[in-house]
């Protein structure tokens, strides 16, 4: 059963880069700053590609963001994807913006899967994937991960983790709650958001990097989806976490459990 | 005045103790909006569950077989219904795993905007801003919802867990709204990780154990069960498949805020530190001597952890024999 998938590839800061936030707290420093695709969202290019290998099908990826978010969905084409749509919105983005322009791509596209990180990198609100299923009516499973652990022959075997029916119209999803992994069976088209155990997104190759140059990348400027683009979440100001008082080495056990017990009571 | 409604979270009929620091949350911003807190528990036969919540503020109870396990589908209609039935302005919950797959979708569905993971309030009437974590935390956010209806969890490490109400409030039943269609979502079944342990989120000491481990995390049980305390993972430790994924402490697994956290073969990267960073006494064990987690930590040991935790296992056990 052939599937249509829709994947999300946001353009975030690195993980790895200092994040300082300007001294008027008006937002951060982006200069120095490198940019990649949400962790998430690579996973989640991985199992909408891992899906259409076993099931056969389309990888399409959005990404909403200004010109240079067509940087990561190239990185998407690059992996395996078939094509690409920028969502060009320079302004500032969230979850309730985001999840309108989703739900009117997906009017378009309808697709028959929708996969999208459970949260991004930059601003951690993590809930575009519940809000757009709610939008759509459609059926959600957000942290979405396998039982087999990432060492496992079945993820060198690039298995999906998320499994198809035989008749191709349900999903089997296990999340990740609080407690142990709770499985849900959904009817297509779906909502799913991936954790972080769903699988190891593969790098791509440079074959796939030279293909991607060729691949469609469709950019459609977000006001013409009609609606409306102001965000609901403000950021009125950004600021710094306090510091911590500068710890201390000590040089062995002895010492460290005097300091634990006599000086810091804590054990 | 603006009324507050906190969603409470159940697993067989048993109250997930995050709810209790969601309705502190729940009553402070009460207190600042001047408006009445009330909770909502959905879930089958929750009578008795709804005569614990009483103690602590006027209860909403929806009870309903199909209720009986938790779909986001099935519970977002009722927690519109019960955010207009108290004409709440703010809908809360504890930022759990259900709090965000739940409150999300109910947002969307009453047209609210949802600040999540929020750390503090600021402000008061219907003015009220959420300070909340960017960027693994290294980065605080003062927000604004925009929206007639404001919806927020809460990092439950954050606010005090409630003390009871003086006087019980009142319990009233919330009709359930007619099933909208077909069923699209089914629940399959719970793999439940159990332990005899502290849950890490609430424990007062953690330990936790990281590559270093290399897969032998039976020093750093032994020494968390000597202490009474939770024990951690940090996610090389979890991808690997060494310990379960609910072990996991960091940006994107648990967050934890205990009195003590000792980080045993953890580098630290900083979607590890995300997760433990608030904790009051952090000590790390590492052979490492760059490891970047000694720059957090309060005291830092470079020691072979193998050798390193039998010591300090022997140190407790020992004072305890003697005081």
Redesign the interface.
């Given at each position: 059963m052939a599937l249509k998938i829709l994947v999300t590839a946001k353009r975030v800061?690195d993980?790895?880069s200092k994040?300082r936030?300007k001294p008027d707290g008006s937002g951060?420093v982006t200069e120095g700053v490198n940019y990649k695709m949400n962790p998430?969202d690579e996973i989640a290019v991985e199992e909408g590609l891992r899906l259409r290998e076993r099931h056969g099908g389309e990888v399409v990826i959005a990404s909403i963001g200004g010109e240079k978010s067509a940087i990561e969905i190239r990185a998407g084409l690059a992996m395996g994807a078939d094509r690409g749509i920028l969502i060009r919105h320079d302004g500032p983005q969230?979850?309730?913006v985001c999840?309108a322009l989703l739900a009117k791509l997906f009017e378009r596209e309808r697709p028959d899967l929708l996969i999208l990180g459970?949260?991004s990198?930059?601003?951690?609100?993590?809930?575009t994937?519940?809000?757009?299923?709610?939008?759509l009516g459609?059926?959600?499973?957000?942290?979405a991960?396998k039982?087999e652990?990432?060492?496992?022959q079945a993820e060198q075997g690039r298995q999906p983790g998320l499994l198809l029916s035989a008749d191709g119209k349900r999903l089997?999803v296990a999340?990740?709650?609080?407690?142990?992994?709770?499985?849900?069976?959904?009817?297509l088209p779906?909502v799913v958001t991936t954790?972080?155990?769903l699988n190891k997104p593969r790098f791509a190759s440079l074959p796939g990097i030279m293909k991607a140059k060729k691949k469609e990348l469709k950019e459609i400027p977000a006001i013409e989806l009609g609606i409306d683009l102001?965000?609901?979440?403000?950021?009125?100001?950004?600021?710094?976490?306090p510091r911590?008082?500068a710890?201390?080495?000590?040089t062995?056990?002895?010492e460290?459990?005097m300091?634990?017990?006599d000086e810091?009571k804590?054990? | 005045m603006a009324n507050v409604l906190i969603v409470a979270e159940q697993q067989s009929g048993a109250l997930k103790k995050a709810t209790l620091h969601a309705l502190s949350a729940g009553r402070e911003l009460a207190r600042r909006t001047g408006g009445e807190l009330a909770v909502l528990v959905l879930g089958h036969s929750v009578g008795p569950l709804a005569e614990v919540l009483k103690g602590y503020a006027d209860v909403l109870a929806a009870d309903s077989p199909r209720l009986e396990h938790y779909l986001a589908e099935e519970y977002a209609p009722v927690v519109a219904e019960a955010v207009r039935h108290h004409r709440a302005s703010y809908l809360g919950a504890a930022a759990t795993a259900f709090g965000k797959d739940l409150l999300p979708r109910a947002a969307a569905k009453i047209g609210a905007a949802v600040a999540n993971d929020v750390l503090s309030f600021a402000g008061e009437g219907e003015g009220v801003s959420f300070l909340r974590p960017m960027w693994a935390g290294n980065v605080l956010a003062e927000v604004e919802l925009a929206t007639p209806v404001k919806v927020f969890t809460v990092r439950p490490t954050e606010f005090p867990v409630a003390r009871s109400a003086a006087t019980p409030g009142a319990v009233r039943a919330l009709p359930t709204p007619p099933e909208a269609g077909p069923a699209k979502a089914r629940f399959v079944e719970f793999r439940e990780v159990k332990s005899a342990r502290p849950e890490l989120t609430e424990a007062r000491v953690v330990v936790s154990g990281g590559r270093g481990t290399k897969g032998d995390f039976k020093e750093v049980e032994a020494l968390a069960d000597e202490i009474g305390a939770a024990v951690g993972a940090s996610r090389a430790a979890v991808d690997a498949g060494w310990v379960p994924n609910d072990w996991q402490v960091g940006q994107t697994g648990k967050v934890v805020a205990p009195e003590l956290y000792i980080a045993v073969g953890i580098s630290g990267a900083i979607q590890h530190l995300a997760g433990m960073k608030s904790s009051k006494v952090i000590v790390a064990v590492n052979k490492d001597p760059e490891a970047p987690i000694f720059q957090l930590a309060d005291y830092g040991l470079v020691a072979d952890l193998f050798k390193a935790l039998p010591e300090l296992r022997a140190k407790v056990r020992g004072s305890r024999t003697h005081e």
């Open positions: 800061e993980p790895e994040i936030v951060i998430f969230d979850p309730v999840s459970k949260q990198i930059d601003d951690d609100q993590g809930y994937g519940p809000y757009l299923a709610e939008r459609l059926p959600q499973a957000t942290c991960s039982t652990s990432l060492e496992s089997t999340r990740e709650v609080d407690g142990g992994l709770e499985t849900l069976e959904l009817s779906a954790d972080l155990r102001a965000p609901k979440v403000k950021v009125r100001r950004l600021a710094e976490p911590r008082k710890g201390v080495k000590v062995d056990v002895n460290l459990w300091k634990l017990h810091a804590a054990l | -």
